[in-house]
Nanobody, 118 residues
Framework: VQLVESGGGLVQPGGSLRLSCAGS????????LAWYRQSPGSQRELVAE???????????SYAETVKGRFTISREESNEIVSLQMNDLKPEVSAVYYC?????????WGQGTQVTVAS
């Protein structure tokens, strides 16, 4: 599975960005999907994740630091995972990575830079 992220960039504090991650072929519906981030000198950390469930069986979870401001969702018939980020703060600046996981197999995108600065 190849994952390609897009949507990163420079935004002012309080602004919003929407990250998207597309997979190669029609496969993402079968994977648990997540967004991670990594800033210089820090370990990669989980930001948000969403399972393969549909409707009431869909489960989303978030890091405490982003709850209420970030929203993860599946789009385009489950072939894109997006991360809507609102009220951005400088401390969330990092490279954001898309991850797809199933059955112990884990795949990563190349990352997209998010910089929050005035």
């Amino acid at each position: 599975v190849q994952l390609v992220e897009s949507g990163g960039g420079l935004v002012q504090p309080g602004g919003s960005l929407r990250l998207s991650c597309a997979g190669s072929g029609r496969v993402l519906a079968y994977y648990n999907l997540a967004w991670y981030r990594q800033s210089p000198g820090s370990q990669r950390e989980l930001v948000a994740e969403i399972n393969t469930g549909v409707g009431s069986r869909q489960v989303k979870s978030y890091a405490e630091t982003v709850k209420g401001r970030f929203t993860i969702s599946r789009e385009e018939s489950n072939e894109i995972v997006s991360l809507q980020m609102n009220d951005l703060k400088p401390e969330v600046s990092a490279v954001y990575y898309c991850n797809a996981e199933v059955g112990g197999m884990s795949y990563w995108g190349q990352g997209t830079q998010v910089t929050v600065a005035s």
